[in-house]
């Protein structure tokens, strides 16, 4: 890993810690990070050697709700990504969310992390990324694709990192 990356790794954890300081006062305790497709592979095995655990997200949901009908798996996603996230220690972060953003689950991703985040810390590195003002997943046209205006993510906290600069 070359020393950018670490050191942007190193800031992450920080301004991570201090974010959710903030989100404690707030009504959700969520910091969602938003990183550059390049930067967030590296940075996530990077991330894991400092004590912090990474929960695939898609894997382990996936994984609970394969075996279900459609209906079944539109009713237990909140439940079971709840217990997911109950089954971990406090140092976790989300990532590879994926899933939660399949048309037929008929799930809001940020509803749902909002929803966790009242009753536990949530840190989710999220899949995609901020345009203008926008907090965006996938292209649009593809089924799949959402925006999040950041205004509406006020009470959350959201951080960005982009060319190597956290913001």
Not at 2 to 23: F, G, H, P, W, Y
Not at 142 to 159: A, G, H, W
Request: hydrophobic share 40%.
């Amino acid at each position: 890993m070359n020393q950018i990356t670490s050191s942007l790794k190193d800031e992450l954890i920080r301004l991570v810690a201090r974010s959710s300081m903030v989100a404690e006062c707030c009504s959700y305790s969520l910091v969602l990070v938003v990183l550059e497709h390049n930067v967030r592979e590296s940075l996530e095995k990077e991330i894991q050697n400092n004590e912090i655990k990474l929960i695939n997200v898609s894997k382990s949901l996936s994984q609970r709700i394969v075996s279900l009908s459609i209906k079944e798996r539109i009713k237990r996603l909140d439940v079971e990504f709840e217990e997911i996230v109950q089954e971990c220690n406090e140092n976790i972060w989300l990532t590879k969310l994926d899933l939660l953003f399949e048309p037929s689950l008929k799930a809001d991703p940020i509803l749902l992390l909002k929803w966790l985040s009242k009753s536990q810390p949530i840190v989710a590195i999220w899949p995609g990324q901020i345009y203008d003002k926008t907090l965006v997943y996938a292209k649009p046209g593809s089924e799949d694709y959402r925006t999040y205006s950041l205004q509406e993510l006020k009470d959350i906290q959201v951080i960005k990192a982009c060319n190597g600069v956290i913001k």
